[in-house]
């Protein structure tokens, strides 16, 4: 009987063989796919296991923070002081749903996991410490995005203000906004703040500042006059245009409707002050649009890359439309969109003489000794037109706000340059028209350190161009208002 | 028998017995439960857990009866066996008190029953209990030849065993599977002993049938196919093993009779045809049920592609979850009491409990407890090899046959290498009938490789064979 035994024992092995392969294949082959895959809920455990870091503002305020939690899965969730108010910086991490924007863009450091934490993880490993999260330092002007939120008040609408010196974004508001704490965690309460918040119809969780695009209206004029000086098509701003009225579009028999009066030849200072359609449809049509799409570009348009970290939408201006497309467009219709944050660049870059700065909100990555891991270095990234050019124009805005359609922005004793707009979208504009306002402020040596882009949406604006004036200026310059007191103090 | 020179079996001279260096073992498989069971408590709690010195000391206790009864009631017994199986059971005990400290089966356990109870002091006294058990086994069955004379009762217990969970108002109904019946509180899984006292059927059975079934057979495309009526006994257990599978759905009992029964046929009558037979048998069966039971249904496409059906099929979350158990311990584990294997909810003690191993000791720990594993059924073939007598050699091949298919349909269950089957690890797993079964298994193989190695009887002195004086015509 012992042949039959030794191969049933040889068998046996072959058994214990099998499983020795298998675990092998299991743990060591398909470790790293099986540990990370989306139903193994260990990865968000691990996230959710220590405290996490904080995302703190200018000032040294976190607005965020971590709270001890009595459910088994996850030890600690996420918590937001005045979520509503920041969301539009911070995005939300929550146990169920994911995590989004700065929350995570920069979880490896929040979480403590990031390979540029080692050094601390491998000290608290001797030290007994536990893992702590590492914090982001923003660049955020907490009055400046207060002033926002408040004045926006329960209208839909977004701001976005940048410091046009270095591109550090002070203010990223969006209303009506969604407080990230409410379905921070995994319960039943949470589902339910999630499941109303996706489906609610004004769309709560967008990111209307970085994340929607609007047709720019006339504040997209101000483009359209730098794209002017840029190429020689004006020289004098205060010399008459060619302009006949009414101005029929290039090719079409369609008059260019004006909404203010005094615009046949009308010289590019006072086109801008009253905001006559005819005067820069035909100065964007003199330009040309390649020299339209060049100039647009180097103000940020059409480059769907904006980091700052958190991604911008592009912002579009159409690089093959037809000729009248191009006229349409010069004024900041047709296919023209620019989100808010497109819109601030453009003031910033002409604030700033010129040089446009790439925008960002991260200012500093600390490890949680408060050490700093990387810091931000403004950069510049493009000229969209000459000192010279820029300084015209902003002889323009600061124009149009002390004579012009933008006087509501009037700060007293300070320089303010500004432009309003009103944008009508919808088809045979049918919808109500979004209101617009970019303006800057000056310090008196003449830098600017506030640049600011309000829309207002689904407003009962009139169609008159006053209108972003009436409803969008008042905010930004509360806003800059905000930023001009709190740099002096 | 085969002629086969072996040392290790018949000869007058005296053998070590090897007894000092089981104790030597047995000082391990004492201390590495109590370093782990230091590390658990450490790792949760942060302090070493309350009663570890008590714990240490029982289960130290409990390895030393084993011992001393071995030492005293079966002097040559094999030395390796006691040591891991001791081992195996004190490292199962941490892994039940590691997930009694898992608050999310706290929880479950909470939202399903109302109440949780800790699983691990109740598996230390079945330990106890099944100590106890293996020293009245070898106390009591002093030559396992014995048990020779029980061939036809214990198929009748056998079946009596297999059929009770079955029996209305006996059996219990757990999670679809029909393998537990309750007495007076108690869960009781018969088929764990089902299972060796079935081997005694087979091996009293086959030894008595051996030459009929091997030798009158007929020669057909170069195998030796038996005669038809020589086919009733691997028929009858067939059919009972598919009945078990149909009515208790338990896919890993059946599996184990069947294949136990094959491994005994074919080691009796070394005859080949036999697998190739059984194989057929079994795949046939396997395709009929599986196509059909919608229970095992589950299990096979579970098994084809966990994560396909993860959200829709609770089959498949179980074994998805093991998976990832499995994936995300990684090489080296992360370490007791520092894992998630309890995301698996049902069954993480008992059935899944190789998860935890899986995550919290890694791929060098899975090794180790498969090596472990390995051993035991290496020792019990190098018993049924040493073994001096047919019924033990049947026997003793068996229950290691037995012993490594369960550990091959468990461990390939959980980790995705063959469809799931309700099973329990040996030794590791919580329950009680598992424990007490297997430490009678082991206590079988002990006292026979404890016949096979003890020293054969000097040979009576022919009373006449000097007086015997040779004639010689002169």
Known sequence: ?489 | MSVVTNTTTIGAIELPSRRNTELLLLGFAVVIPIFAYANVGLAIHGELPPGMFLYGLGLGALAGVAHLVVRRYAKYADPLLLPIATLLNGLGLVLIWRLDQSERLQNLAKRQFGLFTESAPRQMLYTALAIALFSVVLLVLKDHRVLQRFTYISMAAALVLLILPVVPGLGADVFGAKIWISVGGFSIQPGEFAKIVIAIFFAGYLMVKRDALALASRRFMGLYLPRGRDLGPILMIWAMSLLVLVFENDLGTSLLFFGMFVIMLYVATERTSWIVIGLLMSIGGAVVVGATASHVKARVTAWLDPFDCYSTSGACEQVGQSIMSFGSGGVLGAGWGQGNSDLIGFAANSDFIFSTVGEELGLAGVMAFLLLYGLIIERGVRTALAARDPFGKLFAIGLSGAFALQIFVVAGGVMGLIPLTGMTMPFLASGGSSVLANWVLIAILIRISDTARRPAPAPAPSPDSEMTQVVRPS
């Open chain 1, 1 to 489: 009987m012992n042949k039959p035994l030794r191969r049933i024992s040889l068998f046996c092995g072959l058994l214990v063989l099998a499983l020795l392969v298998r675990t092998n294949w299991l743990q060591y082959v398909q470790a790293e796919e099986l540990s990370t895959r989306k139903e193994n809920r260990r990865v968000q455990i691990a996230q959710y296991a220590t405290q996490r870091g904080n995302i703190i503002v200018k000032g040294g305020a976190p607005i965020t923070g971590s709270a001890t939690t009595d459910g088994s899965d996850y030890k600690y969730k996420r918590t937001y002081t005045d979520g509503p108010l920041w969301a539009p910086v911070t995005g939300y991490a929550s146990q169920a749903f994911g995590s989004t924007q700065l929350e995570s863009l920069e979880d490896g450091i929040l979480t403590g996991n990031d390979d540029r934490l080692f050094f601390d993880r491998t000290v608290g490993m001797f030290t007994g410490e536990k893992k702590q999260g590492g914090n982001v330092v923003t660049t955020l002007n907490p009055a400046a995005q207060k002033a926002a939120f408040e004045k926006l008040g329960d209208k839909v609408g977004a701001v976005a203000a940048i410091d046009p010196r270095t591109g550090a974004i002070l203010a990223l508001v969006s209303t009506p906004s969604y407080d990230p704490s409410s379905f921070a965690g995994n319960s039943k309460n949470d589902e339910k703040a999630w499941v109303s918040l996706k489906d609610s119809q004004d769309k709560k969780l967008v990111n209307r500042a970085l994340r929607e695009t609007y047709p720019p209206g006339s504040t997209f004029k101000v483009v359209t006059a730098a794209a002017a000086l840029e190429n020689s098509v004006v020289t004098d701003i205060n010399a008459p245009t060619d302009t006949p009225e009414p101005y029929i579009l290039p090719g079409t028999k369609t008059p260019m409707v004006n909404h203010a009066s005094g615009c046949e030849k009308a010289s590019l200072n006072k086109a801008l002050e009253v905001s006559c359609n005819s005067v820069f449809a035909n100065v964007g049509d003199k330009v040309g649009r390649d020299n339209m799409v060049k100039t647009a570009e180097k103000f940020g348009f059409n480059d769907d890359k904006i980091d700052t970290p958190v991604r911008a939408f592009s912002s579009v201006y159409d690089k093959t439309m037809s000729r009248d497309g191009n006229a349409q467009s010069s004024i900041g219709q047709f296919n023209t969109a620019a989100t808010p944050l497109q819109m601030a660049m453009v003031t910033s870059a002409i604030a700033n003489d010129g040089k446009l700065m790439k925008p960002y909100m991260v200012d500093q990555l600390t490890a949680p000794n408060l050490d700093v891991i990387e810091k931000h270095e403004p950069q510049e990234m493009s000229r969209p037109l000459s000192a010279a050019n820029a300084q015209k124009l902003q002889q323009m805005m600061v124009n149009v706000v002390e004579k012009g359609t933008g006087d509501k922005a009037k700060i007293k004793d300070v320089t303010v340059g500004g432009k309003t707009g009103t944008a009508q979208h919808g088809e045979k504009n049918a919808k109500r028209p979004y209101a617009w306002f970019i303006s800057y402020a000056e310090n008196p040596d003449g830098s600017s350190p506030v640049a600011v882009a309000v829309v207002v949406e689904d407003s009962d604006a009139s169609r008159e161009d006053i209108s972003g004036g009436g409803l969008a200026a008042p905010v930004a310059k509360a806003v800059m208002e905000a930023v001009l007191k709190s740099n002096k103090g």
